[in-house]
Nanobody, 125 residues
Framework: VQLQASGGGPVQAGDSLRLSCRFS????????MAWFRQAQGKEREHVGT?????ESTYYVHYPFDISRDNAKNTMFLQMNELKPEDTAVYYC??????????????????????WGQGTQVTVSS
């Protein structure tokens, strides 16, 4: 499985931006997909997860939105009302869609087997 994140760049506070994550090397709908982000000097944090069939999302950072197009093997992160504190490298990640039990585990990095390379988002005030 390979993941390729794209769509980052410099924006102004209050702008919107949509990131994409292209999936290859497997059956996309078999994988839950997630976005994480890591600001400079800080730990990586969970931004949100979407189920393999796209019917459920978990712990999505407000006012962002996660979606996916299984026909195009692509996941999206729609980021609205961006703030300078949203500045970070954004990573997409994938895990096989097996029963997780405690949904809180979906916020944990070690739940995800595959990671993309990250795309930088910089929000200026």
């Amino acid at each position: 499985v390979q993941l390729q994140a794209s769509g980052g760049g410099p924006v102004q506070a209050g702008d919107s931006l949509r990131l994409s994550c292209r999936f290859s090397g497997g059956t996309f709908s078999n994988y839950d997909m997630a976005w994480f982000r890591q600001a400079q000097g800080k730990e990586r944090e969970h931004v949100g997860t979407i189920s393999g069939n796209g019917e459920s999302t978990y712990y999505v950072h407000y006012p962002f939105d996660i979606s996916r197009d299984n026909a195009k093997n692509t996941m999206f992160l729609q980021m609205n009302e961006l703030k300078p504190e949203d500045t970070a490298v954004y990573y997409c990640a994938a895990r096989l869609s097996i029963f997780v039990g405690d949904y809180g585990r979906l916020k944990k990095e070690n739940e995800y087997e595959h990671w993309g390379q990250g795309t930088q988002v910089t929000v200026s005030s």
